[in-house]
């Protein structure tokens, strides 16, 4: 009884199919029921931005994460990642168990593999020079900044001789974790602290929703 109470609240005797799928999803991330509830709402808000179709498009993810159309490479690679069934759309459940990833309760195991496959653009299980530096130049462009070629090569060569310890030209997982552990400000993108609450959103929504915690309302 106690278990769907919030949701109950929320829709005033509504959907008990959505109560029980963000109950199930609750159970499989780091968020509770009611921030799951949250999260619907501004799930809502983002698949209807172009197409109101109950599903985010690459076009609705990057408006919404950038405030642009633009090409961007982290957009791309972010939308990606969040497109579990890899079918071009990401439906409710691929959004909150992706979004569960950067709750700071999340694992830093699977923060830091996350982040992993980000940079892993051939999906090979190794971060390549040739993909660093495409990573370099796309961050570059991202801060409207320019430097010449061999400049961008030492940022590379530097890079790669920190953290390649096996000295094969590449990074693997574990090298990863080594280069993470050496600089932990690497993972700092990794955990926003307002998932905390459920009170934040992308850059360009306010998330407003009628949902209380109980943890909250005890405050």
Not at 40 to 54: A, E, H, N, P, V
Not at 59 to 68: C, K, P, T, V, Y
Request: charged share 30%; hydrophobic share 40%.
């Amino acid at each position: 009884m106690h278990r769907f109470a919030g949701c109950f609240r929320s829709r005033k005797g509504g959907d008990n199919a959505a109560c029980e799928e963000h109950a199930i999803l609750a159970s499989e991330t780091t968020f509770t029921e009611n921030e799951v509830e949250a999260l619907y709402d501004l799930f809502k808000k983002l698949s209807s931005s172009i197409t109101d179709d109950g599903l985010i498009h690459k076009e609705e993810f990057q408006l919404a994460l950038l405030n642009s159309s633009k090409q961007n490479l982290f957009a791309d690679r972010l939308f990606n990642s969040f497109d579990l069934k890899q079918n071009g759309v990401i439906g409710f459940g691929e959004f909150v168990k992706s979004l569960s990833v950067f709750h700071p309760n999340a694992p830093e195991e699977d923060k830091l593999a996350f982040v992993f496959r980000l940079y892993d653009l051939g999906c090979t299980g190794y971060i390549e020079r040739d993909e660093l530096k495409e990573l370099v130049l796309a961050l570059l462009n991202e801060s409207d900044m320019t430097l010449p070629n061999d400049a961008v090569e030492a940022i590379v060569d530097k890079t790669i001789l920190e953290a390649d310890l096996k000295g094969d030209g590449r990074i693997d997982l574990e090298e990863w974790k080594e280069l993470v552990a050496r600089y932990p400000s690497i993972m700092n993108i990794m955990t926003v602290p307002h998932l905390k609450e459920v009170t934040m959103a992308f850059p360009s929504f306010v998330l407003n929703t009628e949902v209380q915690d109980l943890e909250l309302v005890s405050k």
